[in-house]
């Protein structure tokens, strides 16, 4: 932790040789950093600037990010363990999760595609813990088309919203029957002593809503089926 004197907690560097500095400025090597806010960096840098490979502690929360640093910033491969959320393992630009990586969930749920400025982007697949899966098009961290898969493989293509289907669709069974249809998304309303679920960074959310299926095929038995299954 860095030192302090009459009180005040003053930032820390010290060299790869073991000389005890208190700026970075100019300096160019291994080194480790302490900040006044208890965080600190243990790795390379240029000129005084956090560049190449390093591990950043965040003494507050308690996560820690090891990997690839440019202009002080997170920047090309690293793992970032988070506090609650989980742990990212993948590309970032400028200090957030950006191109191809995997985020493990606290909750057991996993995604593995890929990003942009922060948030799920592109070809993605969100596996849930009980075996589901969604893949397919995600944009600003929802899925919009693509596939809705159970464990036994059958599964739902065709539009999404909320990251739950919406609009045209059609189920294909395992048997290979098919079931096109239309997806009608209704808003649950909670009981007034009934709390929201707590959010989690990332995660995909049980929809605060209800989810009709709608098809002409006549076939109700395994309309029912569908409709029937829960996430």
């Given at each position: 932790?860095?030192?302090?004197?009459?009180?005040a907690?003053k930032?820390?560097?010290?060299?790869?040789?073991?000389?005890?500095?208190?700026?970075?400025?100019?300096?160019?090597?291994?080194a480790?950093?302490?900040?006044?806010?208890?965080?600190s960096?243990e790795?390379?840098?240029?000129?005084?600037?956090?560049?190449?490979?390093?591990?950043?502690?965040?003494?507050?929360?308690?996560?820690?990010?090891?990997?690839?640093w440019?202009?002080?910033?997170?920047?090309?491969?690293?793992?970032?363990?988070?506090?609650?959320?989980?742990?990212?393992?993948?590309?970032?630009?400028n200090?957030?999760?950006?191109?191809?990586?995997?985020?493990?969930?606290s909750?057991?749920?996993?995604?593995?595609?890929?990003?942009?400025?922060?948030?799920?982007?592109?070809?993605?697949?969100?596996?849930?813990?009980?075996?589901?899966?969604?893949?397919?098009?995600?944009?600003?961290?929802?899925i919009?088309?693509?596939?809705?898969?159970?464990?036994?493989?059958?599964?739902?293509?065709?539009?999404?919203?909320?990251?739950?289907?919406?609009?045209?669709?059609?189920?294909?069974?395992?048997?290979?029957?098919?079931?096109a249809?239309?997806?009608?998304?209704?808003?649950?309303?909670?009981?007034?002593?009934?709390?929201?679920?707590?959010?989690?960074?990332?995660?995909?959310?049980?929809p605060?809503?209800?989810?009709?299926?709608?098809?002409?095929?006549?076939?109700?038995?395994?309309?029912?089926?569908?409709?029937?299954?829960?996430?």
């Amino acid at each position: 932790m860095a030192e302090e004197d009459d009180g005040a907690v003053k930032y820390k560097f010290i060299t790869e040789n073991g000389e005890e500095k208190t700026t970075s400025r100019g300096y160019t090597g291994k080194a480790v950093a302490m900040y006044p806010d208890g965080d600190s960096y243990e790795g390379d840098f240029m000129d005084g600037i956090r560049v190449n490979h390093g591990i950043y502690r965040y003494n507050t929360t308690g996560e820690k990010y090891n990997g690839e640093w440019k202009n002080n910033r997170k920047h090309g491969i690293g793992r970032m363990t988070y506090a609650k959320a989980g742990e990212y393992n993948g590309f970032w630009e400028n200090g957030r999760r950006h191109g191809e990586g995997v985020f493990t969930y606290s909750n057991g749920d996993v995604y593995s595609g890929w990003w942009k400025f922060g948030e799920k982007e592109g070809t993605g697949c969100y596996t849930f813990k009980n075996g589901m899966k969604l893949y397919g098009d995600w944009s600003a961290g929802y899925i919009t088309t693509g596939k809705w898969i159970y464990p036994n493989g059958m599964y739902y293509v065709g539009g999404f919203e909320n990251n739950k289907p919406k609009g045209q669709g059609e189920w294909v069974f395992k048997n290979g029957n098919t079931l096109a249809g239309e997806y009608e998304q209704k808003e649950k309303k909670l009981d007034e002593d009934e709390e929201p679920p707590e959010e989690e960074e990332g995660v995909v959310k049980k929809p605060q809503f209800n989810l009709d299926w709608h098809s002409d095929s006549g076939i109700t038995e395994a309309a029912h089926k569908v409709n029937s299954v829960e996430q």
